[in-house]
C-alpha cells in the first residue's frame, strides 16, 4: 500500500510476557491504521517505538500520520462492535480485543491520542513481566 514502517524499539528492551496476544495487539493497530487512517491512493508512516520510562515498565506506542480519529469517537474505539466502517471491512471488534488483551492478560493500560493533524498514537504502558495467569478452563466431553 506504499506505506512507511518505521521501527524505533532499542534491542536492550525485552519482555517476559505473551507474545502471541502481544502481536495480535500490534498487528490489529497495524490493520485498523490500514483501514481507517488513510484515504485509498494515500501513503503514510506507521511508526513502532519503545522505551523504558521506569524501571520494570515498558512503553510501546503505536502511531500513524494519517487522518486522526474524530473527537466524538474517541470515548467509544474501545467498545466491542464500534466502528465507523461497517460493511466496509471493519467489525469493530480489533480495538476491543487490543484493550482486553493489554489490561488484563498482558496486565498494562491502553491510551489513545489522536488530532486531524498528526494522526492516532495507542500507547501502551506494561510491565516488564507480565502477571502469570492460570490454566485456561478445559472443555467438559
Same mark, same amino acid.
Given at each position: 500500500?506504499?506505506?512507511? %514502517?518505521? *521501527?524505533?524499539?532499542? !534491542?536492550?528492551? +525485552?519482555?517476559?510476557?505473551?507474545?502471541?496476544?502481544?502481536?495480535?495487539? /500490534?498487528?490489529?493497530?497495524?490493520?485498523?491504521?490500514?483501514?481507517?487512517?488513510?484515504?485509498?491512493?494515500?501513503? &503514510?508512516?506507521?511508526?513502532?517505538?519503545?522505551? +523504558?520510562?521506569? #524501571?520494570?515498565?515498558?512503553? %510501546?506506542?503505536? !502511531?500513524?500520520? $494519517?487522518?486522526? /480519529?474524530?473527537?466524538?469517537?474517541?470515548? !467509544?474505539?474501545? #467498545?466491542?462492535?464500534? +466502528?465507523?466502517?461497517?460493511?466496509? &471491512?471493519?467489525?469493530? *471488534? &480489533?480495538?476491543?480485543?487490543?484493550?482486553?488483551? %493489554?489490561?488484563?492478560?498482558?496486565?498494562? =493500560?491502553?491510551?489513545?491520542?489522536?488530532?486531524? =493533524? #498528526?494522526? +492516532?498514537?495507542?500507547? *501502551? #504502558?506494561?510491565?516488564?513481566?507480565?502477571?502469570? =495467569? $492460570?490454566?485456561?478452563?478445559?472443555?467438559?466431553?
Amino acid at each position: 500500500a506504499h506505506h512507511k %514502517v518505521q *521501527l524505533q524499539v532499542p !534491542r536492550a528492551i +525485552t519482555l517476559d510476557s505473551y507474545p502471541g496476544p502481544f502481536g495480535q495487539v /500490534i498487528a490489529n493497530f497495524i490493520n485498523n491504521a490500514l483501514l481507517h487512517a488513510f484515504v485509498p491512493g494515500q501513503s &503514510g508512516t506507521l511508526v513502532l517505538s519503545a522505551s +523504558t520510562p521506569a #524501571d520494570g515498565r515498558v512503553r %510501546v506506542e503505536f !502511531r500513524d500520520d $494519517g487522518c486522526g /480519529i474524530a473527537p466524538e469517537h474517541l470515548g !467509544r474505539i474501545f #467498545d466491542p462492535f464500534f +466502528t465507523t466502517k461497517l460493511g466496509q &471491512g471493519g467489525s469493530g *471488534l &480489533g480495538l476491543s480485543i487490543c484493550y482486553n488483551i %493489554v489490561t488484563s492478560l498482558l496486565g498494562g =493500560h491502553i491510551s489513545v491520542f489522536s488530532s486531524a =493533524h #498528526d494522526g +492516532t498514537c495507542f500507547a *501502551l #504502558d506494561l510491565p516488564v513481566c507480565a502477571p502469570q =495467569h $492460570g490454566p485456561l478452563p478445559q472443555a467438559k466431553p
